[in-house]
């Protein structure tokens, strides 16, 4: 079974500063997706970025990048120029091949933000 | 575009009450899936529909069932509720057609159960 590890429940971070978020899986597949997800107050769960693990190419949407290592099974995000809306929860998550099928989440990180 | 709709937002009940949950997907989207959050942790997969039948289950007893209508809306029914039930759960809709475009999953907001 597919497993989705967070080792940080808690980071802090200053505005305009660089965090990096960490995420390890463990899967038997060769072809699968891997998401961060950020869950602020408001409870809704908003997609930050995703990474295709057939693309070597790490994945970048803006201030947000990841560093995946698919022979370690990493998959770390990075926010640059940290925003105070940047606070909330920050979830790793791990799909199969197949789209729609179950997404297998992290127990996430809380980042705060400090100005 | 109303994005993923799920109501109520907040329920309160009784131990070993039923409650339903609803949920409309993202327009364009035939796929439903829905995830329970406890506090402080990550969602756990529930089950999945798509085509109006289960396709996919978690680790989660016979209590939890559900439903897909043909316009893809979905309901998950939670029977004789125990304590333990109460959590924010999620309803997340996509689409099974890849073809070259976005497959990622959208969240609803999430209904809060609290179970006393």
């Known amino acids: 079974a597919q497993t989705v590890t967070q080792s940080q429940p808690e980071m802090s971070v200053q505005e305009a500063e660089t965090v990096t978020l960490s995420c390890t899986y463990d899967t038997s597949e060769s072809d699968y997706y891997l998401f961060w997800y950020k869950q602020p107050p408001s409870r809704q769960m908003i997609l930050v970025i995703r990474?295709?693990?057939?693309?070597?190419q790490n994945a970048t949407e803006n201030r947000f990048s990841v560093n995946f290592q698919k022979a370690a099974k990493s998959f770390s995000l990075k926010i640059s120029d940290s925003q105070l809306g940047d606070a909330a929860m920050y979830f790793c998550?791990?799909?199969?091949?197949?789209?729609?099928?179950?997404?297998?989440f992290g127990k996430g990180t809380t980042l705060s933000v400090s100005s | 575009d109303a994005g993923v709709t799920q109501s109520p937002t907040h329920l309160i009940k009784t131990r070993g009450q039923q409650v339903t949950l609803r949920c409309s997907p993202k327009s364009g989207h035939d796929t439903v899936s829905w995830y329970q959050q406890a506090l402080g942790q990550g969602p756990q997969f529930i089950f999945q529909y798509y085509e109006e039948e289960e396709r996919q289950r978690g680790n989660f007893p016979d209590r939890f069932s559900g439903h897909q209508f043909p316009n893809y809306s979905s309901e998950l029914n939670v029977n004789a509720l125990l304590l333990g039930d109460s959590a924010l759960y999620l309803c997340?809709?996509?689409?099974?057609?890849?073809?070259?475009?976005?497959?990622?999953?959208?969240f609803g907001q999430g209904t809060r159960l609290t179970v006393v």
């Open positions: 997340a809709s996509s689409s099974r057609w890849t073809g070259g475009m976005n497959t990622e999953a959208f």
């Open positions: 990474q295709e693990a057939y693309k070597q």
């Open positions: 998550a791990y799909r199969g091949p197949q789209a729609g099928t179950a997404l297998i």
